[in-house]
Nanobody
């Protein structure tokens, strides 16, 4: 059974940091590109960051560049999103996605709220 379980979300003050984790099981994690998406209330889901199966290639949304870092540990079947200098506009549900060709899996998401 495929599972993607996110954790690490919560309430943080502006300027703070959080590290999100996404633990994968039920598929060959090291073969899949992994991405973090977010969806804020009333807005469409947007790509935040993506990392290749090997971890050698990463891509970021403009809003994440310089503040967020995506990484993965294929030995632990886990992908991370380190977020710093958080802003209120980063408030959203953050979800991870695994993709290999047309095969795609999503996690349930974790809430990140940035507020004084």
């Amino acid at each position: 059974q495929v599972q993607l379980v996110e954790s690490g979300g919560g309430l943080v003050q502006p300027g703070g940091s959080l590290r999100l984790s996404c633990a994968a099981s039920g598929f060959t994690f090291s073969s899949y590109a992994m991405s973090w998406y977010r969806q804020a209330p009333g807005k469409e889901r947007e790509l935040v960051a993506r990392i290749s199966d090997t971890g050698f290639t990463t891509n970021y949304a403009d809003s994440a560049k310089g503040r967020f870092t995506i990484s993965r540990d294929n030995a632990k079947n886990t992908v991370y999103l380190q977020m710093k200098s958080l802003k209120p506009e980063d408030t959203a549900v953050y979800s991870c996605k695994a993709q290999w060709g047309t095969f795609m899996y999503w996690g349930q998401g974790t809430q990140v709220t940035v507020s004084p």
